[in-house]
């Protein structure tokens, strides 16, 4: 059983910004290109978000090295926002694998990475369309207070 519904995830207008992954080499690349992404949002609020940041950082590179991982394919990251919400959302080509959390495992051994990102994401899903699979989650845009 997935740790994360299958769900369709909210439609966002805004594509800020896509990444194309074939190696694990490029993790770093689009990490350092989210947090521009997510900093060029809203340059009028600059501590805005330092854990909404830490927390899409933690979510996409766990993602995306899942997809990478386990597709064995490259894995597309894409973000959206409508102002009020950022949707991070990481497509593979293996759409008939399940995302499910590894069972037996002690921690430090892997498996929960989709566990930790149900936990630091305001919402989270997966589903299929066409012949990609879509794991996504979502991340307010504007501090509470």
Request: charged share 25%; aromatic share 6%; hydrophobic share 40%.
């Amino acid at each position: 059983m997935s740790p994360i519904p299958f769900a369709p995830p909210p439609r966002l207008p805004d594509v800020v910004s896509t990444w194309t992954l074939s190696s694990y080499d490029a993790l770093g690349t689009m990490r350092a290109g989210l947090t521009d992404a997510v900093s060029a949002t809203a340059p009028e609020q600059p501590r805005r978000g330092r854990s909404t940041l830490r927390n899409m950082l933690l979510a996409s590179s766990e993602l995306a090295t899942n997809a990478l991982k386990h597709a064995r394919s490259s894995a597309r990251v894409v973000l959206s926002t409508d102002g009020q919400t950022f949707l991070l959302d990481v497509v593979d080509r293996a759409k008939d694998s399940v995302p499910t959390r590894a069972a037996g495992r002690k921690p430090g051994e892997g498996g929960f990475g989709l566990v930790l990102v149900a936990r630091v994401s305001d919402e989270c899903g997966w589903y299929v369309s066409h012949d990609e699979k879509h794991i996504w989650a979502t991340f307010p845009a504007r501090d509470e207070g």
